[in-house]
């Protein structure tokens, strides 16, 4: 037999509802209220702080589903992504090694425990592969420092004054000076001289100095005034001289006089 | 019918929590759960009691949200009341009736919502919005062949 559960119709329930919304205009009016201090009102915390347990724990239910959905839609993304970055890293090793030598041989053009005097070039004459500074013995300036810029070696100081100096270029037949291979274990050594044009060639006294093209070559510090470790620049050419017990290399200045003004002498 | 309200105001309780949390994730679409408790509440209880479950159910979203607590509180609430005031709708034979009905409520709750703080896609709110309506709806019509075939006995 059915049972009519169906409830009779009541008078209560318009009252109810205006009631209920009365009361909800109310707690809107707190509310807007706290908002204009900028807080909330205590209603609000008391509900969040009632809803917070159910309220996590859907959130992880739903957290894991959709981690679930989308690791099974994104397999072939996340495959191809992995590829990538793994071509990525690869080449970061390879950017790393190359900084890593950029910043041996940027160490090596700062001697420590040296000083540098500002200069600029006023006067330079490419046939004779002299430069004019403007600065001189009141800056203590002394023949045989080494003019440098961010590349490298540019010249070595040969005549000085009172305010100014002179300065021989590396391609100069006149300059003389010590050098060694960087790029060899351990770094061999030899003597560079200007072969008048824009190289130098540096002799190494030793018929089995095993130096190749690219090598760097840098200043030997076995000169009072021309302390180690500025850079030269990188061989060009190398020429094995076993009758005479010699390797020459010429090398391709790092450093470009035409492109430098601002200069430093270090001291 | 004391374990029924019971049974109610927890869903409300739940509903709320559920929503706020998929709120957090999904701020513009989704599910509707504190309306989908008023109309529960609508079609099951006496009106006044479905009434008061529909604006605890609203009242209690709209404060864990931080939103407008009188609009959604009012909204549940007359909901509950516009269901509950249809004794035909407990009757099997009237479910494009309980279709429409759940469908328009959550329109309008939606469509105030929009109203009073539009996003910045309002075709794609508008859209999520008619999924919801549509959703909604479909979701009341097994709720009330429950709640009428529990009825019958």
Redesign the interface.
Known sequence: M??????R??R??PT??AG??AL??L???A?DMARGANG?DP??T???M??A????A??AA??GV?RTAEGWTATARIAEENRALRARLAAIDLYEERVALLERELAASRPSGRRSVPARIVGYAASEGRLTLDVGRRAGITPGMGVVNRDGLLATIQTVTTTGSVALTLGSPSLRFGVMDLSTTPPIVGLARGTGADETEVTFYSPDAPVRVGDAIVTSGFSAALPRGLIVGRVARVSPRPEFGQVRAIVTPAADVGASRAVEVVR | MTGRIGVAFALAYLAAAGQWAWEARHPRLGPDLPVLAAILAGLSLPRPWATAVGWTAGLLHGLAAAQNAALYAGLGAVVAFALASFDRLRDEEAPPVVFVTVALATLAIGGVRTLLAPGEALGRDAVALLVAAGTNGLSALPLRRIVARRDRG
């Open positions: 059915r049972r009519d559960r169906r409830p119709r009541d209560n329930g109810v509802l209920l919304v909800g205009l707690v809107g009016r509310q909330l209603l609000t008391t509900a969040q009632a809803l347990p159910p309220a996590i859907v959130g739903i957290d959709e």
